[in-house]
């Protein structure tokens, strides 16, 4: 999934988000006809010659030294996740190296004891591909619609993109797609030959137009924290802050936690949330999917 397209798709399309006047530089004449910066100006930022950027941008990134990967990020004013997505393509483009991807296990006995001791907040486990791996009851209850399908493992991004019931369910539906969409793509730099993230990506593309737009944005994002606005069918409208913890030993999986603070509406509502999950507990089925990683 990462190869000589993909970094140049990439870092052309990350040049042409910068105007010069963003990058620092003067423009002479009003008749510029490239969107964003022209290769040599980038060249010129970098401190490289205009050849050797021609070059990279072609999609050779073989042997690019961790210097001028960071001159060329700094260029580009790449943020965080697109720096680290630029390293990953550049690692990908050098010799063939062994896969690092552990086979099938679960989560450690001590993550689900982590799990099942939070009773009053929604928390799941989830792998880089987006597979949820484990849930507690409440997030079990929270993400029902998710879990409503019939595919296993349950996957926010298939849900996000091929059903019907995740533009009710997520309220920021776009933002959501777009984020989903960036996510995979920053999964795809760290391990491009992941068969099952391969299977993944091939499905999403060919059922859904609002992934094939937003895969070809070429964005990454992370996700660490922030706000979940959704509409969930029992408790109504929740803003949910939430947190995304790296599992340490558990390569690529995260622990996510959502929660509301004391007194507002979500508060309240995540009480009666709690309240049907008891009810609903028998009938949730806690699956443990193997991660595959």
Do not use: C
């Amino acid at each position: 999934m990462t190869g000589r397209d993909d970094v140049r798709e990439f870092l052309a399309s990350r040049r042409a988000r910068i105007t010069p006047e963003a990058a620092g530089l003067p423009v002479y004449g009003g008749n510029r006809r490239v969107k964003g910066l022209r290769r040599e100006e980038v060249a010129m930022l970098a401190g490289m010659s205009v050849d050797y950027y021609v070059r990279l941008e072609r999609g050779n990134l073989a042997g690019a030294s961790e210097s001028v990967l960071d001159a060329l990020a700094n260029a580009l004013q790449l943020d965080e996740a697109e720096r680290e997505y630029l390293f990953d393509l550049a690692r990908a483009a050098g010799p063939a190296r062994r896969n690092l991807k552990s086979g099938a296990e679960g989560i450690r006995p001590s993550v689900r004891q982590i799990l099942d001791a939070i009773t009053d907040a929604p928390a799941w486990v989830r792998n880089g591909r987006h597979d949820i791996i484990a849930a507690n009851v409440m997030g079990r209850a929270l993400y029902s619609p998710v879990f409503d399908g019939a595919h296993r493992p349950v996957n926010t991004a298939r849900f996000t993109f091929l059903d019907s019931a995740a533009k009710t369910f997520w309220r920021d539906f776009d933002r959501i797609a777009h984020d989903a969409a960036a996510m995979l793509r920053l999964e795809a730099g760290r391990h491009p030959h992941d068969p099952e993230l391969i299977k993944l990506i091939g499905e999403l593309s060919t059922q859904s137009e609002l992934f094939r737009q937003q895969w070809a944005s070429r964005d990454v994002k992370f996700h660490r924290s922030g706000v979940k606005r959704l509409h969930h069918p029992v408790v109504g409208d929740l803003d949910l802050d939430y947190e995304s913890m790296d599992l340490f030993g558990q390569q690529d999986l995260a622990l996510n936690v959502y929660t509301a603070r004391e007194g507002t509406t979500t508060s309240d509502a995540l009480k009666l949330l709690a309240s049907w999950a008891a009810d609903q507990a028998e009938h949730f089925v806690l699956e443990e999917s193997p991660t595959r990683n």
